[in-house]
């Protein structure tokens, strides 16, 4: 977001640009998605993600109100965000308590615990994620069938976990257009790659987002898909990946500053998840890859941090 920082002599234009249009952006960029979970898993899906952004938006509200004793920020609409995204990060049938339990982790630890908006240095949504996913491996890991396909009952197995044990089968049976669209199984946000692409159509045209992290964490999984011999559209596609490079691993928080820190940023995420997903107990690894990444982001800001104002006169004054 280093364009956003260029200091210059006055007048100043003010860009438009303020936090709750940003954070209503990318709430209008989630709805395609939120959308296709209904669509594929029923109304479950509608629950579960009113059931998380409650929780998100009662939690911020209760700490700002008796613990900060400040005015609430929930009208900027940050913590519908979470909401959103924990619930896209889960499975539709996921028992409540469970989405409550989630939803006050991400807001209570993951954001709040920092000082709130701004100060959090992991996305809280995969904080609350990432805390059930290990608290409650059985029921984060137990996915169940669309919507009108004829069949009763759950089934365990996404194409990213019948990738771990047959791959080669897998990949011959995989069907694009249905990866495309969402019929598969998988967490509610994750499923559609149209409804996410969507998404990142709205986030760039009103220039919420710029195009380097979510390139670049495409690019970096992509390239390392193919040189370990793996199917490079089908690891863009399944999992979480899409949504990770859109709307999660573009968190202005807890992600770099500069463009050239962005590009390094995404690269590695796509990196670290392509290596957990071959390599590790996990079948998915966007989560982590992202949560990993973003303990670097103070480390990559000073790496990769502009020139000072002034400083290339200075230099050139020097010689």
């Known amino acids: 977001m280093d364009k956003k920082l260029i200091i210059s002599l006055s007048p100043h234009i003010h860009s438009g640009l303020t936090i709750d ?6 709430i209008i960029a989630l709805l395609p ?4 979970a209904v669509w594929v898993f029923g109304l479950p899906a509608l629950w579960v993600t009113l059931l998380a952004v409650g929780a998100c938006m009662l939690t911020e509200w209760s ?3 008796y613990l900060f004793r400040r005015p609430s920020t929930l009208a900027n609409g940050s913590a519908i965000i979470t909401g959103l995204l924990l619930a896209f990060n889960l499975p539709s049938i996921l028992p409540w308590w469970m989405v409550i339990i989630g939803g006050v982790v991400a807001i209570g630890i993951g954001k709040m615990s920092f000082g709130g908006m701004g100060c959090n240095i992991w996305n809280p949504a995969l904080v609350g994620r990432v805390f059930l996913l290990l608290s409650f491996p059985a029921a984060m890991t137990t996915w169940p069938m669309e919507v009108g396909s004829g069949i009763d009952g759950y089934t365990g197995a996404t194409f990213l ?3 771990k044990f047959d791959p080669q089968g897998t990949m011959a049976a995989a069907n694009i257009p249905d990866m495309l669209l969402g019929h ?4 509610m946000g994750e499923i559609s790659a149209v409804a996410i692409l969507l998404g990142l159509v709205w986030l760039l045209l009103t220039r919420t987002i710029t195009w380097h992290i979510p390139v670049a964490v495409i690019a970096g999984a992509a390239l390392l898909s193919w040189a370990t011999g793996g199917h490079p559209l ?3 596609l399944s999992g979480g990946l899409l949504l990770g490079a859109v709307f999660m691993a573009t968190d202005y928080v807890t992600s770099p500053m500069t463009y050239t820190g962005q590009i390094i940023f995404g690269l590695m995420i796509g990196v670290i998840t392509i290596i957990i997903r071959r390599f590790g107990a996990y079948p998915e690894g966007v989560s982590f890859a992202i949560l990993l990444m973003n303990s670097f982001v103070p480390l990559i800001n000073r790496w990769c941090r502009p020139v000072i104002f002034g400083e290339r006169e200075r230099r050139s004054l020097k010689k």
């Open 184 to 187: 598969m199984s998988g967490s």
């Open 63 to 65: 700490i700002e109100k």
């Open 33 to 36: 998605a939120l959308v296709a």
């Open 161 to 163: 976990s019948a990738m």
């Open 21 to 26: 249009r940003c954070m209503w952006n990318v």
């Open 234 to 236: 089908l690891d863009i």
